[in-house]
């Protein structure tokens, strides 16, 4: 006990001392889309003292360009540079065929605080789309970014952008032999990674609660498995699930009351099982011998896919919470697990092995059939973005683990490639509450 | 010789070396203990089983003895299989006989994998081969509080690589003395 007791003590030492992230995450895109739409971010001008921290105008242009959708265009063919409404000539981007110009300018507010005015023109159409105000916090430029990128998107899309969302997820490295476990948390397009968790075992299968201020996760710290919930503010953490065996797979309901998690007792005989985390009571959903594993709610809270080898291999199966009658919902390929529900509940991304390459699939549940969207050799994780428009999964290259994301609609696939580590399970945050 | 045959030797000289050089703390043969837990400092397990140990020269692997036997503690497994191979029987029985006859003895059994797949599924069968050996040990006469399980699935691969060599050599239970 006195073990366990220093072990925490020193885990929470080492929580503290984490550095601050120098692992940046950077996007290329691997499979472009010849529909995406033209648009040109100008610089936006600065007019408070000093020097902007952040390039907000290259924090748009990049957000855009994720989506996949759009087209930004090079900064260095632009001929002119407006800032203000009144000088923009719509004429000369006609000429430049683009479809939409964004110009802005930061301006000075209270201090540590500025205010961004930016513009959205229909070049096309002659018309100016919109206008805004969005004052932010001087250290938060990137954040302003983000926001204004969403606006923009969500305006030209009809659809909520995501680049103010985050992602988790796990690197190890090996310095000198030994290896370390970091859970990470960066913006949805990798920027600002910041490791929460630190560790000499494996870390494993991030999740985040529906208000997103809180990552359940696996951790083999004293050796064993363990399912702790962390605050991701304070950096507080409670363990949720320490029984005899295996402790894993947490995934939470949508009302956040509840966790589904795997438990494998003393037999070893993975069940799927329900948390309620506020009375700690704990009600066993599958009775199998066979792997019971990786549960993933169905957006109503009424039911839960997870992955069962009860037929020989891996497949998906949908169970009510009433545990009864547990349906197969994949019947393509040998070998389909780790299955998440798309926000709208009507498709299931998986793990699907495809003659021999593990590759991420997109199962439509109303409809039936499958679409493989990667093309790797080892793919896994998949993980939606809450408006459904994008899958992130992790792929292997040069014989380490990268992320990457494709378009739902599988038009659009881009690497966001981490600078150091192997990097493996990327979850999507929801929308911030 | 078969790379396989070939691992388990060296794995198991790697090993009987570690623990013959008592005086030299083996950073290998921790790692293959599993005790490089940053967080819980305990004695290397291990040393009691094996005693002060000597160097073993010659006809190591060939000729087996109960010391050779008991030295093998890593068993490997085919692809998506869990079913103990014949040529593991006479050194799981050698672990057999060894925690029937001390029963303050107790080992973990390690599970793992090979990196293809889902994780958490692989942490499933990673705990299926723990079993395997787990219920061959209590079936020759070891008390089940003798023994834990804990399955790493692929997250604790010995070897590193995504070839067939590396992944026969990532299919693996690992016997551990706790004490």
Not at chain 1, 272 to 288: F, N, P, Y
């Amino acid at each position: 006990m006195t073990h366990r007791i220093a072990a925490c003590f020193i885990f929470l030492c080492l929580l503290l001392a984490v550095p601050a992230a120098q692992a940046q995450l950077r996007i290329e895109i691997t499979q472009g889309v010849s529909e995406a739409v033209p648009v040109a971010i100008v610089p936006f001008a600065f007019e408070a003292e000093g020097t902007p921290a952040v390039d907000v105008a290259a924090v748009i242009d990049g957000n855009l360009a994720f989506s996949g959708r759009f087209a930004p265009m090079d900064r260095r063919d632009m001929v002119a540079r407006p800032t203000r409404p009144e000088e923009v000539r719509l004429e000369d981007w006609r000429l430049l065929k683009t479809d939409i110009v964004v110009i802005g300018r930061i301006k000075p507010a209270a201090p540590g605080r500025y205010e961004i005015e930016f513009h959205v023109f229909d070049v096309f159409r002659g018309q100016p789309l919109m206008g805004y105000n969005l004052p932010v916090s001087a250290d938060n430029l990137r954040g302003a970014g983000h926001r204004i990128a969403d606006m923009i998107f969500e305006r030209l899309t009809g659809v909520p952008g995501i680049f103010s969302t985050r992602i988790a997820y796990v690197t190890v490295d090996r310095p000198g032999g030994t290896a370390r476990y970091r859970l990470w948390l960066a913006d949805a397009d990798g920027a600002r990674p910041n490791a929460i968790a630190e560790s000499a075992q494996p870390i494993m299968s991030p999740a985040w609660s529906p208000d997103s201020r809180r990552i359940a996760y696996v951790s083999f710290e004293t050796g064993v498995s363990r399912i702790f919930v962390q605050d991701i503010a304070t950096g507080r953490r409670e363990v949720v699930s320490s029984q005899p065996g295996i402790n894993g797979a947490p995934a939470w309901s949508p009302d956040g009351s509840r966790l589904a998690l795997v438990l494998g007792g003393r037999e070893g005989n993975l069940d799927i099982h329900v948390l309620t985390l506020a009375s700690k009571e704990l009600r066993r959903l599958t009775r199998h011998p066979a792997i019971d594993t990786e549960p993933s709610w169905a957006p109503d809270g009424k039911s839960i896919y997870f992955t069962s080898d009860r037929a020989g291999g891996p497949q998906i199966y949908r169970v009510g919470l009433d545990g009864e009658n547990p349906r197969r919902v994949t019947f393509e390929g040998n070998y389909n697990a780790r299955p998440r529900v798309s926000p709208d509940g009507e498709q299931l991304a998986v793990v699907h092995n495809d003659r021999g390459n593990f590759r991420i699939a997109l199962i439509d549940l109303r409809r039936g059939g499958m679409r493989i969207l990667s093309d790797g050799r080892q793919d896994e994780s998949p993980s939606f973005a809450p408006n459904g428009s994008m899958i992130i999964y992790a792929t292997r290259e040069g014989g380490r683990g990268v992320l990457s994301a494709v378009s739902t609609d599988g038009r659009v696939r881009q690497r966001i490639a981490g600078t150091e580590g192997d990097v493996r399970e990327p979850v999507w945050s929801p929308y911030a509450r | 010789m078969s790379m396989h045959k070939l691992a388990i030797l060296l794995v198991s000289a790697a090993l009987i070396a570690g623990c013959a050089k008592k005086t030299k703390p083996d950073d290998e043969a921790a790692r293959v203990a599993g005790r490089d837990d940053g967080f819980v400092t305990q004695p290397s397990p291990g040393d009691d089983l094996f005693g002060d140990g000597r160097a073993v020269e010659g006809e190591f692997g060939v000729i087996d003895t109960p010391e050779s036997l008991l030295g093998r503690t890593i068993i490997y497994f085919d692809f998506d299989s869990a079913a103990i191979r014949s040529e593991y029987a006479q050194s799981i029985a050698a672990h057999a006989a060894h925690l029937a006859d001390n029963s303050r003895l107790v080992v973990r059994l390690e599970g793992h994998t090979d990196e293809r797949g889902s994780r958490e599924y692989n942490i499933g069968l990673g705990e299926r081969r723990a079993q395997a050996v787990r219920r061959a040990l209590m079936l020759q006469g070891v008390g089940g509080d003798q023994i834990s399980t804990v399955s790493y699935g692929e997250e604790r691969p010995a070897v590193s690589g995504s070839d067939e060599e590396a992944w026969a050599m990532n299919r693996r239970v690992e016997i551990v003395y706790l004490r």
